[in-house]
């Protein structure tokens, strides 16, 4: 692992600006006379952010565990409103220095190069009157997190939160399935009108925001703001265009066959059994408590490769989990960087379900990519584009599925397989969902809720089988959008789930073929981050940047064949 300078104490108790402020004021006042001297200013500057970065990680980390905590809710809120403002203004200053120097040019490029793109973009698009809108931003993602974190269902006259809840739509008893799919569609619509408001606060000040930089609309400045070097918003519409003539065809054919296992007409198959299993046959149940969950991720992880193994066991000891479902905890999962300890965080909501360990293995593979990446000196390479970030993560679930015999009989391993690439298809039209309703939400933004409600609807015929019958349940379906949390806090961080998982095919295809070549590309491409181009990185681990229709057609036919091949 890097280890850094003396510049900043990595553990400095940062509680205001001006816990800060002195090392940026000695970094603006560094006389810098050449290139070693600019490099050197580059990694105390990195260094500066990462003693913040972290600090500001538990800050989100502690509230989103607990919500209806206080402290943890004013600490986020200093950080995101007080703290980060401040610090965003005073990096625009020394990133401009940078970029501004002499010597800036004449770093090599096949070291700097991405920074110098990355520096030129961030100063590019930044305006001293967008940091208080981020702040204002950010108090509505809070504000958001919490509605949806404190959301309830009592059920047998038991209080549990949305993910526990939802693991009885998988029941096999009907009755018992429609009961918690109305308990949850009910409770999600009742705080509709609010989530509606926060999410047209949100759609205002991101308008403004892209107004401010000088662009038309906030979905080519986010375009931007993502550093989206390697493709266009065009390509991510002709991408939506691909699934729908490639994936959503076998994805009713999957549906199809599920609606025939539930011995249900045609007419009959209801939103409350899209996740419901077949009459004597229960959802697959993999452990019963987070700490099994994770003591079989450890082993499994280890089994692939033994350095994996021990990281996970690393991040156990310094109890740098928390994994299970409870009231009063943020919706969703993730995997938090820590840029001074050089590990991350796994947040999650397991409830015991198949999805929780695909969730597991998925969190898992970005902290892989965590551990691969602490030995660069940079934050801006340890910060990886989301479409890598996430091909990280999807290659993992594809890895360690045939291990998942560690959670289960043979039987069940194979039904768990099966469901985890069926799942993948059918993830797709929903991802081509998520991301053109956020072209027409931005490009459009003095649309009404109910012409937002109409539009998502239009994308459900688009991109859905047809076979649900929602006669009496029409609302729901319209009101479907609201329980993506990415389409709040996190517009157009969603194609790149699509982008990767073609990636991460490619990656599960070499495995199949040649599996150390598949696992030394995969560690030799994450341990790159971000400072290269990433066709680059994906050629490094032995895979194409390419999701044209070609591609996905090809992929398409690859899945076809694995699922053939897992008959029981």
Wanted: with cysteine; charged share 25%.
């Amino acid at each position: 692992m890097y280890r850094p300078t003396n510049f900043i104490p990595s553990k400095l108790s940062i509680d205001a600006w001006s816990d800060l402020k002195p090392y940026f004021d000695k970094l603006l006042e560094s006389q810098v006379t050449n290139a070693a001297e600019l490099s050197q200013l580059i990694i105390h500057y990195s260094e500066t952010l990462s003693v913040f970065h972290e600090q500001n990680a538990w800050s989100y980390i502690n509230m989103s565990r607990e919500t209806d905590n206080q402290e943890y809710l004013d600490r986020h809120e200093l950080f995101a409103t007080k703290i980060s403002p401040e610090l965003e203004k005073a990096a625009n200053s020394i990133e401009k220095m940078i970029v501004n120097h002499p010597a800036f040019p004449s770093l090599p490029d096949d070291r700097f190069g991405q920074l110098k793109k990355k520096l030129n973009r961030e100063l590019e698009l930044f305006r001293a009157e967008n940091v208080e809108l981020g702040a204002e931003i950010s108090k509505l993602s809070t504000r958001y997190d919490q509605l949806a974190g404190g959301l309830t269902v009592t059920l047998d006259g038991e209080e549990m939160p949305m993910p526990k809840a939802s693991v009885r739509l998988q029941s096999s008893d009907r009755a018992k399935r429609k009961d918690a799919w109305l308990a949850i569609n009910e409770k999600r619509y009742s705080v509709k009108t609010s989530a509606d408001q926060i999410y047209d606060d949100m759609l205002k000040l991101r308008v403004e925001t892209a107004k401010n930089a000088g662009y038309e609309n906030f979905r080519d400045f986010a375009h931007d703001r993502l550093q989206r070097f390697d493709y266009r918003p065009q390509d991510a519409i002709d991408f939506q265009n691909s699934i729908e003539a490639h994936i959503v065809p076998l994805a009713r054919q999957i549906d199809e066959s599920h609606r025939i296992k539930l011995g249900l007409a045609e007419n009959n198959y209801r939103p409350w059994d899209i996740a419901g299993e077949p009459l004597g046959q229960e959802a697959l149940k993999p452990f019963n408590s987070g700490s099994e969950l994770l003591e079989h991720a450890i082993k499994i992880f280890g089994d692939i490769h033994p350095q994996f193994g021990e990281n996970l066991k690393a991040m156990k000891t310094a109890d740098l989990f928390d994994l299970e479902s409870r009231k009063g905890k943020a919706p969703g999962g993730y995997n938090y960087g820590l840029e001074t300890t050089g590990m991350p965080f796994i947040f999650m909501n397991a409830a015991g379900t198949h999805r929780d360990v695909v969730t597991m293995c998925h969190e898992g593979g970005h902290a892989m990519h965590t551990f691969l990446t602490n030995n660069e000196p940079m934050i801006h390479y340890r910060d990886t584009p989301s479409e890598m970030a996430e091909t990280a993560s999807m290659s993992m679930e594809l890895l360690t599925a045939e291990h998942w015999n560690n959670f289960y009989s043979a039987k069940d391993h194979i039904r768990a397989r099966r469901e985890h690439l069926e799942g993948i298809i059918s993830f797709f039209p929903w991802c081509a969902t998520v991301d053109a309703l956020q072209h027409w939400v931005y490009l459009n933004p003095d649309h009404s809720v109910a012409a937002r409600d109409d539009y998502f609807d239009s994308l459900n015929q688009r991109f859905t089988s047809g076979l649900v019958n929602w006669e009496g349940y029409d609302h729901f379906r319209r009101n479907g959008w609201q329980r993506q949390l990415h389409i709040f806090g996190m517009p157009f961080y969603y194609i790149e789930y699509g982008i990767a998982q073609l990636g991460a095919l490619q990656v599960y295809r070499l495995y199949k073929q040649d599996p150390d070549a598949a696992l030394s590309g995969y560690i030799r491409g994450l341990s790159m981050g971000s400072s290269q181009p990433m066709p680059k990185v994906w050629e490094a681990m032995g895979i194409k940047f390419d999701f044209s229709a070609e591609t996905l057609k090809e992929l398409v036919e690859f899945v076809q064949l694995e699922l053939a091949n897992l008959q029981d």
